[in-house]
């Protein structure tokens, strides 16, 4: 037996007490996340309780010199918490409660592993409202989002996770842990460590608590779906609707081809009469009034008149809204059937963005006719989905390396929301500079010397 495995032993036996899952069938599905990448056979799959069991499981782990894969609600789109080989995988599934309101000062503390829509629920029972929202909000943990830096639907008025999070506990590699529950807005003692964390994709720490920060509950939520002829005039539309809709929400973009294939996979009729190169979903929330309602209905008739919008869907109830809104979360039954595919989650200035979708479409219809190219995005914050498939495995490379390529030049980011992870780390090049790449290893050297905590994600720890 050589010297690893007796390690490995005498691991395996110091995390007997946490009922580590060992056997193939039970592991299967903490093998891989929702962009498709299967990883290697984890050692075991521990899912602790508790903070302490976590900072106990990393403390042996980092004695052991063994790695850790941490997982969330398994949604991530990058690879970033797929298991190499012999990994020890740590799923915060079982630490899913939320722990404590402040209904006075509208904050709420939830241990890491509740899912999005579980907080966004109980939140919304005490009358406050937890605003981030995104189609994988039931299986998505709030820890993910955190690691993630989760950005969805409504970023156009509250901004990503990393401005709604106040506070976070986090484990570090050695089993440290860091308690930074802060509640308050202002906090101004030193560096605001919480930043180092959020987005940093499980490479810094294990996030094992959050405090949120909450807003009032909107009393009502008003929605329209546009029909225009050009993206020019999208962008019209957004800098009529932010000036005169300040409780603007969401402008959610959608070019024909989305939403033709989402009405076929709903079985729904095309919601337009007419076919149009872009639509898009605009939402606005706040107070039940007169006023807000017409405030809307002012703008749209204003962008109907100037031939700015050339057709509009009122929806009459929230079950209609509901309807329409599904329209643009159909994006996870869509990928499912065009397997496999490549999903572009980029950020391209506005300015640039309809030259960017001509050029990206022409040249790939051209080297990929039989593959669906599909475009959609959270306009308002520049963030562009795009996703074509299926691709030979062959292809994928070329591809990437042909989108990312035109993204730099358009002066873009590889990635608007979902991260690096594993997929796009060779790509990183493309949006971060060799000595920002630099200091990132430099900080992580100085947080997990032996590289334990999600090794090979985002970049490679030494080069
Ligand atoms: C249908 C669909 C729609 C989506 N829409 C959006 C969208 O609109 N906006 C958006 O931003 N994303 C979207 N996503 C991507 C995904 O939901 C987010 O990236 C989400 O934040 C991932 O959370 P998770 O809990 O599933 O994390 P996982 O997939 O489990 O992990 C993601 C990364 O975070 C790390 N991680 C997870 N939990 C922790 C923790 N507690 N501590 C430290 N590291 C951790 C993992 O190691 C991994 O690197 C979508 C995905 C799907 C499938």
Redesign the pocket.
């Known amino acids: 037996m050589n010297a690893i495995k007796y390690a490995e032993i005498e691991l395996l036996a110091s995390l007997a007490g946490f009922s580590p899952i060992h056997n193939e069938a039970d592991m299967k599905r903490y093998l891989g996340?929702?962009s498709g990448l299967v990883g290697g056979q984890p050692l075991a799959v521990l899912r602790p309780r508790t903070t302490r069991e976590v900072a106990d499981i990393a403390a042996a782990c980092h004695k052991a010199g063994k790695k850790i894969?941490?997982?969330?609600?398994?949604?991530?789109?990058a690879g970033?918490?797929v298991p190499d080989q012999g990994d020890i995988v740590i799923s915060?599934e079982r630490m899913n409660k939320v722990e404590e309101f402040d209904l006075q000062g509208g904050t709420v503390t939830v241990q890491?592993g509740a899912t999005l829509q579980a907080v966004a629920d109980s939140v919304e029972a005490h009358d406050w409202y937890f605003p981030l929202d995104?189609?994988?909000r039931g299986?998505?943990?709030i820890?993910?989002?955190?690691?993630?830096n989760?950005?969805?639907?409504r970023v156009l008025r509250y901004g990503t996770m990393r401005e709604l999070v106040l506070g976070l506990e986090v484990v570090l590699a050695d089993g440290t842990v860091l308690s930074m529950l802060n509640k308050v807005m202002k906090n101004n003692t030193g560096l605001d460590l919480k930043h180092l964390f959020i987005g940093s994709?499980?490479t810094l720490?294990?996030?094992?608590k959050v405090v949120l920060k909450l807003f009032p509950k909107p009393q009502r939520r008003y929605s329209a779906f546009c029909a225009l002829e050009s993206f020019g005039n999208l962008t019209t539309l957004l800098k009529m609707a932010r000036s005169s809709i300040p409780s603007l929400s969401a402008f959610e973009v959608m070019w024909d081809d989305y939403l033709d294939l989402a009405s076929a996979a709903l079985g729904r009729a095309k919601p337009f009469d007419g076919d149009y190169p872009v639509y898009v979903l605009l939402e606005a929330e706040g107070m039940d009034s007169p006023e807000q309602e017409l405030a809307l209905q002012r703008l749209l008739e204003q962008a109907l008149e100037e031939g700015i919008v050339s057709d509009v869907i009122l929806p009459h109830s929230s079950e209609q809204a509901a309807q329409l809104w599904e329209m643009r979360d159909a994006?996870?039954e869509l990928l499912s059937g065009m397997k496999p595919y490549i999903a572009f989650d980029i950020g391209i200035p506005v300015s640039r963005m309809d030259g960017f979708i001509e050029g990206i479409k022409k040249d790939m219809q051209a080297s990929y006719p039989s593959a669906r190219h599909l475009f959609f995005g959270h306009l308002g914050d520049g963030n562009l989905h795009y996703a074509t498939g299926p691709h030979r495995d062959e292809d994928i490379v070329p591809i990437d390396d042909f989108v990312y390529t035109a993204v730099e030049k358009a002066g873009g980011s590889i990635s608007g929301?979902?991260?690096i992870?594993r997929l796009k780390k060779p790509f990183l090049r493309h949006s971060r500079g060799p000595e920002e790449i630099a200091l990132m290893r430099m900080i992580k050297r100085a947080v997990d010397c032996n590289s334990g905590l999600?090794a090979g994600?985002v970049f490679d720890s030494s080069e």
Not at 150 to 153: D, F
Not at 205 to 208: F, K, Q, R, Y
Request: proline share 0%; hydrophobic share 30%; net charge negative.
């Open positions: 996340d929702w894969t941490i997982q969330g609600g398994l949604t991530g789109l970033g918490a915060l890491a995104c189609g994988a299986s998505c943990q820890g993910g989002n955190v690691a993630t989760a950005g969805g639907n994709e499980g720490g294990i996030v094992t994006i996870g929301e979902h991260g992870g999600n994600r």
